[in-house]
């Protein structure tokens, strides 16, 4: 099983609502990460968790709180988000957290804040 | 900081033809690079992964090359086909994380 499943796939929010994303991946990998997409821009790294602990936050803002409850599931937990917050945000996973192994990507959760 | 950018930001080709996609990077201290297709409003999808040690990688239709001095790396694609068509992204690892350039859009016409 070489594959990454996000839900949902698509996702409408408004500013007050919270909401979760949800990732699960079975391939035994210790690193996982969210990335968020605008439309045609490329992707750009939020968290990443090694061995279930945050190793990096690229200075998100705090209404995204991620969540790795263990090694194959990563949540990304969404409160009172913006309008420019709408993007595509994808969950990937490798063996090691620095990236130095192929990353295995989710098709991704589109996200639109109304 | 590392900063990669891909040429061109889109192409458009007749079924068949061979066709190079280009990558390049500022600082040639890279651990590896990798090649991702991505349909529109979905994941991305792994193509090759080239090691900072390697100078190519083939699979299948698709080669990438390394030149890792120069900060450039090419993704040929042969006998290209109307399934061909999507984005491709380039990214290269400095050991921590993956930085992508904007990618390439890639039109086969059948």
């Known amino acids: 099983d070489t594959e990454v499943t996000q839900t949902p796939k698509h996702l409408v929010m408004g500013m007050t609502n919270k909401k979760s994303l949800k990732c699960e991946q079975h391939m035994g990998h210790r690193a996982m990460y969210w990335y968020k997409q605008k439309a045609k821009k490329p992707p750009e790294l939020m968290f990443v968790y090694s061995y279930e602990k945050l190793s990096i936050n690229e200075s998100v803002p705090s209404r995204f709180s991620p969540e790795c409850p263990n090694s194959s599931l990563l949540n990304l937990h969404l409160h009172a988000l913006q309008p420019e917050d709408s993007a595509l945000y994808l969950c990937?996973?490798?063996?090691?957290?620095?990236?130095?192994?192929?990353?295995?990507f989710g098709s991704g959760t589109q996200l639109s804040v109304l | 900081k590392q900063e990669v950018t891909q040429i061109p930001a889109a192409l458009s080709v007749p079924e068949g033809e061979n066709l190079v996609l280009n990558c390049s990077f500022t600082d040639s201290a890279i651990y590896n690079l990798q090649w991702f297709r991505q349909d529109p409003g979905k994941g991305l999808t792994s193509l090759l992964l080239i090691q900072s040690s390697q100078r190519e990688q083939t699979s299948g239709r698709l080669n990438a090359s390394l030149d890792k001095s120069s900060g450039r790396s090419t993704l040929y694609i042969a006998a290209s086909q109307p399934g061909d068509s999507a984005t491709y992204l380039c990214?290269?690892?400095?050991?921590?994380?993956?930085?992508f350039g904007a990618g390439t859009i890639l039109r086969v016409k059948s």
């Open positions: 990937a996973s490798s063996q090691v957290e620095t990236a130095t192994e192929k990353l295995f």
């Open positions: 990214a290269v690892c400095d050991g921590n994380k993956l930085v």
